[in-house]
């Protein structure tokens, strides 16, 4: 067998038991370069994130990331079944970035164990690394309207990590993207920050404003709020790939924190409720879970927001008499 599919098949093993839903490797001689993410950025669609730019030659050339790096292990987590809530999904288990980490050791543990001279680095949501673009080139998945990796048979609703490494992997080549004439996750977006070409205007997307931006939200986009607190999953609710997918991770769902018998991100507080709380409180609510992105200050005007939308809600259906 070839060398580089032996190395990929013990990948691919070794990282289910690490704990990863998939698996797929990417030779970066292969990796062709991100030109959606330049065009993105020319654009101004990243908003306030300013870091993007700080090392965006990195990013467009990965192979620099990682001196010695020949390849990339692409990897996903499951964070599925769970209803809709304030709360976006992906953060309502443990702070997956601990999580999916702690994961990327145990297999870097495990292939060096069998194979001699191995070294890699590790990347969860971190660093210039644009994840979705190797995971699309490596074949782990395609990218969708929304902007999303799609997973089969887990859908979108998924966590990323990267691994860089000197092995020689073969690459897996891209999926086909099946969206076909399906627009429901355009229609499906409060604020229209879909372009429709995978590409998102963050300044519009409300998971960006709700955790990313830091100042006041302008009338419009604050009147489509709705309840959100952190977070917003209204795209991938919509898309009829997400309808039928594999229960997710327990660990990065609620179900972590009730078999635990433990309150959950947030401990189940109401916009009201947030809207006073103190620093202590905001300590207390977050430990341990990816919402402490967001400031006490974030949360709050969040908060602000959704006890707004609730009470137009409420005064329209009046006046509808519903």
Request: glycine letters at 12%; hydrophobic letters at 40%; charged letters at 20%.
């Amino acid at each position: 067998m070839d060398p580089r599919e032996e190395h990929r098949a013990l990948i691919e093993r070794l990282a289910m038991e690490a704990g990863f839903a998939r698996s797929a490797t990417l030779a970066l001689a292969d990796l062709p370069p991100e030109q959606a993410f330049a065009d993105w950025l020319v654009r101004g669609w990243e908003g306030e994130m300013n870091y993007l730019h700080r090392h965006r030659n990195l990013r467009l050339a990965p192979s620099s990331l990682v001196p010695g790096a020949t390849g990339v292990i692409c990897l996903a987590a499951s964070y599925a079944a769970a209803p809709p809530a304030p709360i976006a999904r992906y953060a309502r288990g443990r702070d997956y970035h601990k999580v999916l980490k702690a994961r990327c050791r145990r297999l870097m543990d495990c292939l060096r164990d069998r194979l001699p001279g191995f070294a890699g680095r590790a990347f969860v949501d971190a660093g210039p690394v644009g994840e979705r673009h190797l995971a699309a080139a490596a074949g782990l998945g395609w990218i969708g309207r929304n902007g999303c990796l799609h997973v089969p048979g887990l859908g979108s609703y998924v966590l990323l990590a990267e691994i860089f490494c000197n092995l020689a992997l073969p690459t897996g080549g891209p999926m086909p993207a099946p969206c076909g004439p399906c627009q429901a996750c355009l229609i499906a977006c409060p604020t229209g920050a879909l372009a429709g070409s995978g590409q998102v205007d963050a300044r519009r997307c409300l998971s960006y404003l709700t955790i990313e931006h830091k100042g006041p939200i302008d009338g419009p986009l604050a009147a489509r709020w709705g309840d959100r607190i952190f977070g917003c999953d209204a795209c991938q609710e919509a898309c009829p790939h997400n309808q039928t997918v594999l229960p997710g991770d327990d660990e990065l769902t609620s179900e972590y924190w009730l078999a635990r018998g433990a309150p959950g991100p947030l401990a189940g507080a109401g916009a009201r409720e947030i809207a006073r709380w103190t620093l202590e409180d905001w300590s207390a609510a977050t430990a341990g879970s990816a919402i402490r992105r967001a400031s006490l200050e974030q949360l709050q005007r969040n908060a602000a927001l959704a006890v707004g939308a609730m009470g137009q809600e409420m005064g329209n259906s009046l006046k509808s008499g519903g």
